[in-house]
């Protein structure tokens, strides 16, 4: 009678329904029953037994950036081990659906750190398509392992209708034919089932390669015109916007979020990256559910994204995007394929004036703190600076500035230097309060990206090992259905998409959970090299004990560590269009 069944589990309806002891029969890929009495497993080839574990809707992640990477490896394994079955591309005003394949290595290498040349070769040898229709049928000819969803990309549009040197200049702005056209690129993205578009006025997000290097994303020079042209589009269609304000302007806040309110006019769903709990401006998360709270009581239907742990981030030497907003450090990171002449500048004196000036400066929006007290040496060929900070290798050198300490150690040992800081996300009673705001949307992981820096593939593992920790301490943060829901079925609906429910009928898309190993394992990182980017060691997350069963519409595509035959191989994933939410 069944494909699949699944016995003896808590399930997790992902609509904050009460869970209960339940069999579950999967049939054609979809839920066929959800029985309290066992089920027939008369010739059902795959039984799970998951006494003893939970049984939740597979999770969804919000904010990624594999436009690149499933392209060549579609299977997207590092999200799916975790659990996760449905990913968003298109993040940050970013895809690869008009741009050709140079334009997407200099919107895509410095700004989400994925070498160049990789993205580059990886547009070249799969790109077919012209349309965001063809770009969703080429999607979907590949063996995808998980769902998928996208944004369509302002840069991406902007870029490919004006050429990335025009729409990079400050003093050009789009004719009215090329502002018709982008609208027609933007309509017919929603028209192929795009859930919106995403946005970008952050102006530490640079290009690289040579044209346009160190310009900021074509987004970003957008005029307030443009910007309300394509925001009418997605209003009528009702359609997400993903953006990006500018920490260093807060009018660029301001008018972002507020473009959600339907005062006398259809409200504009609004997705801003992104609430954190700034270690360099403390104050400001309190103000994040202010401003969700005041939205949508005019009217709106505006969310923040968040990612609900702490934003550890690891950088070898100066490569860590952060150094880009604040003008001695940009100009290190415009000289990455320059290195020597890096060095040099790094031993410039009065460039470490400069440097010491901007880190000094501690008052004004921004993301990193500035703290090297605050910045621990895990890697480094001088064995003697291991586990200190650069304050305390300056202090240990006759009290050298914190600054000279680390251009020392960088200038001698290049990328060979490695280390790590919390940027935000700190504080576990701020990270509580993020938790139960229903204006805040728990995801942001930036899987794909940023590949030596940072690994949150298992965000939603660590979430609910938080609430399932408070709940044994008689302390709760809020239900384990309500955390279930807030990550799956919640995200979904909003999004508008077929995912994130586990009732009968919906698709089978789930995740069996072991909670006994809800715990340190998911903290630890690991290395693995990526094949096709030359054998580049990506950080990655590793708690295989946790996960003993991963479903993508049906079929059993990972568990205990191991991929399934069919995981690569065979499409289990599907595109997922916008306006087929099951709720």
């Not at 230097?417 to 204006?439: K, M, Q, Y």
């Not at 590793?542 to 191989?569: C, I, K, Q």
């Amino acid at each position: 009678m069944y494909d699949i069944i699944i016995k003896s589990g808590r399930w997790f309806d992902g609509a904050a329904s009460p869970s209960a002891l339940r069999h579950l029969g999967i049939r054609d890929g979809r839920i066929a029953v959800v029985s309290i009495e066992p089920l027939d497993e008369t010739d059902c080839p795959t039984v799970i037994d998951a006494a003893g574990k939970w049984v939740i809707p597979g999770m969804i992640d919000i904010h990624t950036h594999y436009d690149v990477e499933v392209l060549q490896a579609p299977a997207l394994t590092e999200s799916v081990r975790h659990g996760i079955t449905t990913v968003l591309l298109g993040s940050c005003s970013l895809s690869t659906v008009h741009v050709d394949a140079s334009d997407a290595g200099d919107l895509f290498g410095r700004v989400e750190a994925i070498p160049r040349k990789h993205v580059i070769e990886a547009v070249t040898e799969t790109k077919t398509w012209t349309s965001a229709h063809e770009f969703v049928d080429a999607l979907e000819a590949l063996p995808l392992g998980p769902n998928l969803a996208a944004f369509i990309g302002h840069s991406d549009i902007r870029a490919a209708q004006m050429g990335l040197e025009r729409s990079t200049d400050k003093d050009i702005r789009p004719t009215d034919a090329e502002l018709d056209a982008m609208a027609a690129k933007l309509s017919e993205a929603l028209d192929a089932g795009f859930v919106g578009m995403s946005s970008q006025q952050l102006l530490f997000d640079k290009l690289d390669g040579e044209v346009c290097r160190s310009r900021t994303l074509p987004s970003t020079y957008a005029t307030t015109r443009e910007r309300r042209r394509l925001n009418a589009i997605l209003r009528r269609r009702g359609r997400a916007l993903q953006g990006g304000p500018d920490v260093a302007r807060p009018q660029s806040l301001v008018a972002m979020a507020a473009s959600s309110v339907g005062i006398f006019r259809k409200p504009l769903k609004v997705s801003l990256l992104s609430a954190a709990d700034i270690k360099a401006i403390p104050a400001v998360a309190h103000i994040f559910p202010l401003i969700a709270r005041v939205l949508n009581a005019l009217g709106g239907d505006f969310r923040w994204q968040h990612l609900p742990v702490p934003f550890e981030v690891y950088s070898d030497g100066i490569d860590l995007p952060v150094f880009e907003e604040f003008g001695s450090g940009a100009a290190a990171l415009h000289l990455a394929d320059q290195l020597e002449d890096r060095r040099e500048l790094l031993r410039d004196a009065g460039y470490r004036r400069r440097f010491r000036k901007d880190y000094d400066k501690k008052f004004g929006p921004r993301v990193w703190h500035r703290d090297f007290f605050d910045a621990e040496i895990v890697e480094c060929p001088d064995q003697a600076v291991l586990g200190k900070t650069f304050g305390q290798v300056g202090v240990d050198r006759g009290g050298l500035h914190p600054v000279d300490a680390f251009l020392d150690l960088v200038v001698e040992h290049g990328s060979k230097v490695r280390w790590r800081t919390t940027i935000s996300n700190h504080r576990p009673a701020v990270l509580d309060s993020f938790a139960a705001d229903p204006g805040v949307q728990l995801g942001f992981s930036d899987a794909g990206a940023h590949l030596r820096n940072m690994a949150f593939y298992n965000f939603g593992l660590r979430f609910l090992r938080r609430v399932h920790d408070a709940e044994r301490a008689g302390q709760p943060i809020l239900s384990m259905e309500r955390a279930v829901h807030r990550i799956t079925g919640e995200l979904a609906d909003w999004y508008g998409i077929d995912a994130g429910h586990l009732r009968t009928g919906d698709r089978a898309d789930l995740v069996v959970i072991d909670p006994e190993y809800l715990d340190e394992s998911t903290d630890a990182y690991a290395e693995a090299p990526i094949a096709r980017f030359d054998n580049l060691s990506r950080m990655v997350n590793r708690n295989d004990a946790t996960v003993t069963a991963v479903l993508v519409g049906g079929e059993y595509v990972f568990g205990n560590g191991e991929s399934a035959p069919v995981l690569g191989t065979r499409r289990t994933g599907r595109f997922l269009r916008a306006g087929t939410t099951t709720s």
